[in-house]
Structures are given as C-alpha cells and as structure tokens.
C-alpha cells in the first residue's frame, strides 16, 4: 500500500527542502496535525527581494497544505543586522528602518491568506524586544549561549578570521533570532522555522535556545540557495537585485528577468516558484528543447511568477508591452508606467514635435542620413508606434509621442529606437 504524498514530500520535489534539523522526527510532527511555522524578514533594504521569494512562496505552500505560517518583519533585528561573511554592515536609522517595517508588511500581504480560519499572523520583532532592558536580555537570554559554540557560526567564524574582525553589535544577532523563536514558541505555539540555508547558525540558535530555556523540541526547515549552472546566485540582473517592490524593479523588468532564464535552469524555477504540475512541467520542459524559440518554458514561469508578485492586470500589460515591442501589438494600449519602463532601455534620441518620420530616424541612429531614411521609407521599412509609414513627409505630431512620452520608430522587424519627445 502506497502512502499519500506530504507536504514534505511536495516541498522535496520542488526543490524547496536543504537541510531539517530531525527529518525523521519532522515528518511526524507534520503527520500529527497542523503546525505552525514562521519566518522572518530584516528590513534592511525598502523592498524584499528574489531570495525573499523563495521564503514567501514556502509559507504560502505551507498556509495552503493547512498549516499555521506567522510572518515576521524584523523592527528589531533590521536595526543590527545579520552579519555578513566579509564587511560590516552599515546600520540603518531607526527611522529608516521603521520606513523599511511599513513597506515590507504591505509587500507580504499578497502571498498569504491574512483572512479566515486559518489565517496568517504578521508580526514585528520590536513590539517584544524593545521594552527588554539591556540587564534583562543578559540575565534571561544571554546566559543560555555559550561562546565558544557562537564563534563558529558560519559568517560569524569568516569575520573573526578577517581583518575586520565583528562588533559585538553583529555578534550578537544570532540571540536576537533565537529570542522570536522562543518568543513565538510561548505565545503562537509556533514549532518550526524556515530560512535559507546560509542561515542555518542562526536558525539553529533558536532550537537550542527553546531545548534549554522550555525542554521542548523544535524544528528547521531550510531552502536551498538557488543557482545557475555556472554556480551565480539567481536574482542578480545585470548586478542589480531583482526587487519585489515595483518601484525598485519595475514590473517589466521583473517579467524580462524570468523570460530570460536559461532553458537549462526554467524547470527548476518553475518547481519552485509555480503552482503548476510535474505534468505541465515536464511538457514545458520538453518544449524548450523541441521548439526553443518560442521559450514556452520562459513565458510560463514569468506569466505565473510577474502575476503573484504584481497581480494579473500588472502582467497582461507588460505582456502586451512584449509583443508591442516586436511589432506584434497596439501601444496606445499601454499604461504610461508600463510604457516607461518597457521603453526605458531603448536606444533613441530626442525628437521635437513635428518633425518629420525622415529626422527622427536620423535622430534616433535608425539611419545614417536624411537621404537614407527616405530610402527606408520608400521601400515601407519604416513604422511609427507599429502603423507603416507610407509618406516621407510624414511627421510625428503631438499624438505620435504615446502618454506625452515617446514614439516608437521601428525600421525593419529587428530595429526599434524611442524617439523621446523634447521638451
């Protein structure tokens, strides 16, 4: 007789599971009814990012499986720091980071259920930490960590090996970690705790610290660190974080990113990040080495992905912005924000009112000379926002430049240049 499959089991074939403190005594716990599980997220940046993803996307499989998650935005911890491997971190004002608070709780509402009777718990740190006197945290707290096991923390044991040594400020996260978990253990009943798995010191912190304090277990469950096959951590786009917040990755960035992971890589990420089936994976991963160009693998994992992060009339505008931008679609459809940013990186120049289809190919580099853009022209290469223009007096009038912003010139299929309104 087969066993029906677990959550486990599903967050295994997902790619979703590194490293559990007790698998074994995990599975059983799961088994034995729901449990309730949290992670945390320092607000040291305003926005969370791709490896944030990986977390949300674990709690809200969890939620979903009818489990307990609890989401904590770290007041307190966000003010210290985690520490990192080679620097120092620079600290946050206290007013930064408060503003930093604010917009993450916003940016985790859409992942979880907040509603109903099994709904997801929002949490800050600060409301538990900063009433606890400084004597108080070393009497209660401090003396369950032993020095000796600390310096060997990961990041904590590089630090001490550098020249730059570590504050005692830094040092000292580790407890803070380890107090929530405590904190949340007594007060939500909460049994396990998630994160990557660069953070296993300072997850494990806290299991020991509810062993010793309470005598009861408690559990990890870590993510793996996901990759590229040349071993690059995902995320980075062109050395720059890929955002959750649209204001700091805009949606169409966002989408492009994930259009352009590498067919090697999109069935993993589809795994991890989609709710779609081993069925449908298997059949898109087939399609990437059947029909490669039409990166159905691709579109499928940023359509999916770009609709949880930034909801579904977010994508279909920068999906028509894709299209748009082969010559595929209508443009004055597009919201001026998605115009924006689709347009953003496109080469160009800038263009007065009323000038003629002729300059502004020459202005936007579409062609070396007047003579040639009439060349162009004549022989119907040439199109404005994807209507072929058929004059070489033509010009762009107020109605050509899209939301007073831009005008899309295109000469021939593979050429296209923003012909930006001057001002």
């Not at 380890?178 to 949340?184: E, N, R, V, Y």
Request: glycine letters at 8%; proline letters at 3%.
């Amino acid at each position: 007789m087969t066993t029906a499959p677990t959550i486990l089991d599903e967050l295994e074939w997902r790619g979703l599971l590194a490293q559990t403190t007790d698998e074994d005594a995990l599975r059983e716990h799961f088994a034995a009814g729901p449990v309730t599980v949290y992670c945390g997220f320092d607000p040291t940046a305003p926005s969370l990012h791709f490896g944030n993803l990986v977390q949300l996307v674990l709690l809200r499989r969890l939620q979903r499986a009818g489990h307990r998650v609890i989401c904590l935005v770290g007041g307190s911890t966000g003010l210290i720091g985690d520490p990192k491997p080679t620097a120092e971190r620079v600290l946050k004002t206290k007013e930064q980071t408060a503003g930093n608070v604010d917009r993450i709780k916003q940016l985790v509402q859409p992942f979880l259920d907040f509603e109903g009777d099994n709904a997801a718990t929002l949490v800050d740190n600060l409301d538990w930490t900063a009433p606890l006197s400084a004597l108080d945290f070393l009497r209660d707290v401090g003396q369950h960590f032993r020095v000796n096991q600390m310096i060997r923390k990961e990041a904590v044991a590089a630090r001490l090996n550098s020249e730059i040594g570590i504050s005692y400020t830094e040092f000292s996260y580790q407890i803070l970690q380890a107090m929530d978990f405590l904190h949340l253990f007594r007060t939500f009943g909460c049994t396990v705790q998630t994160g990557g798995q660069d953070q296993w010191g300072n997850l494990t912190a806290g299991v020991d610290l509810i062993h010793r304090v309470l005598g009861e277990r408690a559990h990890v469950i870590t993510t793996p660190l996901l990759t590229d096959e040349n071993g690059n951590k995902f995320g980075k786009s062109e050395g720059n974080a890929v955002w959750l917040s649209a204001d700091m990755t805009s949606p169409y960035a966002f989408y492009q990113y994930w259009i352009n992971i590498a067919d090697s890589e999109v069935g993993k990420l589809l795994r991890v990040f989609t709710d779609r089936t081993a069925e449908e994976i298997a059949e898109l991963e087939k399609a990437t080495v059947d029909t490669p160009h039409l990166r159905s693998a691709q579109r499928a994992l940023a359509t999916d992905v770009t609709t949880l992060v930034h909801g579904a009339e977010a994508t279909a505008q920068v999906e028509h912005a894709s299209q748009v931008l082969f010559g595929k679609g209508d443009p004055t459809a597009l919201d001026a924000g998605t115009l924006r940013d689709a347009t953003a990186e496109l080469a160009g120049g800038e263009v007065p009112v009323g000038s003629t289809v002729v300059d502004a190919l020459v202005a936007v580099g579409l062609a070396e000379s007047k003579g040639a853009a009439r060349r162009l022209i004549g022989e119907g290469g040439v199109s404005v926002n994807n209507v072929k223009v058929n004059g070489v007096d033509d010009v762009l009038d107020e109605q050509a430049f899209l939301h007073d912003q831009v005008a899309l010139v295109r000469r021939g299929r593979k050429h296209i240049a923003a012909a930006r309104k001057a001002s």
